[in-house]
């Protein structure tokens, strides 16, 4: 049987990709000094982690330590992050994640300290790759308190959280594409903050956002609209009740549509991914090679 966890611990091609990653997160601003954090689960108890109070954009193989799922350090010369809970956390919470990106892209943690919640229903990219960004409460960072505050919206189809006053936090079935999420939603809140400075964000209407979430099934992605009866198409409702207090408001752009949500029918959509969405095989297959398209695009200038 094929070990799925490679070499666990000792895995030098696995350390070697946290440093490559650590190195692009300094390198884009995402992680000043000694910010940020990278993980990767190498077994059932095991996960190698960054060290705490290391610049993220020179670490070496050497550097990468491994805790147990409880936090335990195991492995290492040095100290592990103190944010490794929050990792954690989210692995036991999501056994298909494997790797977590957690730094402080500047235009993203805007939106943080601002509470600002992302507008959906707006750019075809952030509907198919990354779909509705919850906001977690804010806490002391370091403990468990803080670490918990994710599991109110680590249901199906999330892969970025917000975290008030304080970043983000990405997470994937592997390290590079926990990485791509963090690149997505900061490129999307600089673009948002740039559009605003040119008047009222336009929204996608309902037809056009019901074809992106029907394609976005099609390629196998997942949403969290796709798993909530109760939220809005646009409205950043899907985690409605991860929310003790109220939903976050929309304060610094014009309020999104009130469209019924993609589980709730509505004539001339479908919301099983079956039947007429719209656009025949070959519109849809020229939209995914556009999307592909700017998305690598946006990455290799960066």
Not at 34 to 40: F, K, L, Q, R
Not at 104 to 115: D, G, I, K, S
Not at 121 to 145: D, H, K, R, S
Request: charged letters at 25%; glycine letters at 8%.
């Amino acid at each position: 049987m094929q070990n799925q966890w490679n070499s666990g611990v000792n895995d030098r091609k696995l350390k070697e990709q946290i440093c490559e990653i650590g190195r692009r997160i300094y390198e884009k601003g995402f992680a000043a000094a000694n910010d940020g954090n990278i993980s990767i689960r190498v077994g059932e108890n095991a996960v190698l982690c960054s060290p705490t109070m290391i610049c993220k954009g020179f670490m070496t193989p050497e550097d990468i330590c491994a805790v147990d799922l409880d936090g335990n350090q195991i492995a290492g010369t040095r100290k592990r992050t103190s944010e490794i809970l929050l990792h954690l956390a989210i692995m036991k919470a999501r056994p298909d994640v494997k790797s977590v990106v957690h730094c402080h892209p500047p235009h993203a943690t805007a939106f943080a300290v601002a509470r600002e919640p992302i507008p959906q229903c707006i750019l075809p990219e952030i509907e198919v790759f990354l779909g509705e960004v919850p906001m977690a409460p804010y806490e002391t960072p370091g403990g468990q308190e803080f670490a918990d505050t994710v599991l109110p919206f680590l249901g199906q189809g999330t892969n970025t959280i917000i975290l008030n006053n304080h970043g983000t936090v990405s997470f994937d079935v592997d390290l590079e594409k926990a990485y791509w999420k963090t690149e997505i939603v900061d490129a999307y809140c600089r673009i948002l903050l740039l559009a605003k400075q040119l008047g009222p964000v336009s929204y996608l209407d309902e037809r056009e956002s019901r074809e992106l979430l029907d394609l976005k099934k099609k390629l196998g992605f997942d949403d969290p609209r796709f798993h909530a009866e109760d939220c809005d198409l646009c409205g950043n409702s899907a985690f409605r009740k991860g929310y003790e207090e109220k939903l976050p408001e929309t304060r610094a752009f014009n309020p999104p549509p009130a469209f019924p949500g993609y589980l709730k029918s509505n004539s001339g959509s479908t919301t099983n991914g079956g039947g007429h969405n719209g656009s025949d095989g070959g519109d849809i297959e020229a939209l995914v090679k556009a999307i592909t398209s700017e998305v690598m695009a946006a990455i290799d200038k960066k």
